[in-house]
């Protein structure tokens, strides 16, 4: 009987290549092909929920840095996601300035506001850093609230549109492709960073911080690197918040944000950027689904009609974190990776 050839990884650098295999490639053009052409073909409403989770994905993937990767407890995320907001809000309205000084100048606010974070937390893990970390988006949501000179208080800000070239990109669709080019280079740099040495670093400190110190990693300094770098892409994703709804308000970034983006990446997978990914695409349609139910449910009790409220949400959230938790471990990645390997392996078991 005939084996396969190159079923088995002969080298590291093979088994941390993005593209494992040519069909890999070929699915993978045609997803992004399908993906460009979408605001040709798909309505209006879809068109928002793909730029919405556009949006979620990169938020989720700077978070799973350092829950997923580096073991680092934040409970702080819409923090460095509402800095990153005001910061292109206020540049973009108040001076002007065009959106790719603001992404990076948003990135660049929550990266430094992430270090000097994490500094103080380098001691602090499990209960006490989520503690601390949320005690400090309590801290910036008050803030928000009160510096009303800078950022409107109650009132909030208005964001200005994107304009590339002179065209302003001033519609769903027209964000669209900005969105998307910008997701996909913060997925190809982080899915990248995790493949090298600091990668490795952040990887060794999650599952075993006093042997990896052994071995010569200087925790202290990778620790404040991760804190920084999903601070960053935190506030990159704050600054496409801002851009796609136009107005941002303290409201919109509370603790209970941060609480949705943790179920986001146990849901998904904890330390994978495939897990990031599902998990937020997932849990951007949980409460259209919620509301499909409940509509469903309206039309055979009648009785039920109009008592959908965000309390459902909340609900759906802790059950959904419960239950992956007790039954899937590992997530959906975990769900797709076995799926995989029973196509691959297919029609023996084993």
Known sequence: MAIRSKTFRESYYEDIKLFQTIWIRVWMV?????LA???????????YLINLSCITVVAAIGLNLLVGYTG?????????????????AILSSKAGLPFWICLLASGGMSAAVGCALGIPCLRLKGLYLAMATMSFGVVVENVLITWDKLTGGVR??????????????????????????????????????????????????RDRDIAAEVMGVNITAY?????????FVAGIAGGMYGYTMGYIHPEHFT????????????????????GSIFGAVFIVLVPELIKAFSRFLA????????????????????????LFLIFEAEGLNGIWRRIKTSFKNWPYTY
């Open 30 to 34: 045609i997803f992004l092909v399908l």
């Open 37 to 47: 052409t979408l605001p040709l073909w798909g309505n209006p409403y879809l068109i």
């Open 72 to 88: 680092q407890i934040s409970l702080a995320h819409s923090a460095f996601i509402a800095i990153g907001a005001y910061t292109t």
């Open 156 to 205: 909030g800000i208005h964001v200005a549109k994107i304009s590339v070239l002179g065209f302003p990109l001033d519609s769903d669709n027209k964000l669209f492709y900005f969105l998307l080019i910008v997701t996909a280079l913060v997925i190809l740099g982080i899915k990248n960073l995790v493949r090298t040495r600091v990668g490795r670093a952040f990887i060794a400190i």
């Open 223 to 231: 620790k404040v690197m991760a804190f920084t770098i999903s601070s």
């Open 255 to 274: 603790v209970l944000l941060s609480i949705q983006y943790l179920a986001m990446i146990i849901v998904g997978g904890l330390g994978t950027v495939l």
């Open 299 to 322: 039309f055979l009790i009648p009785a039920l009609k109009g008592q959908y409220n965000e309390e459902w949400n909340i609900a759906a959230f802790g059950l959904l974190i419960i």
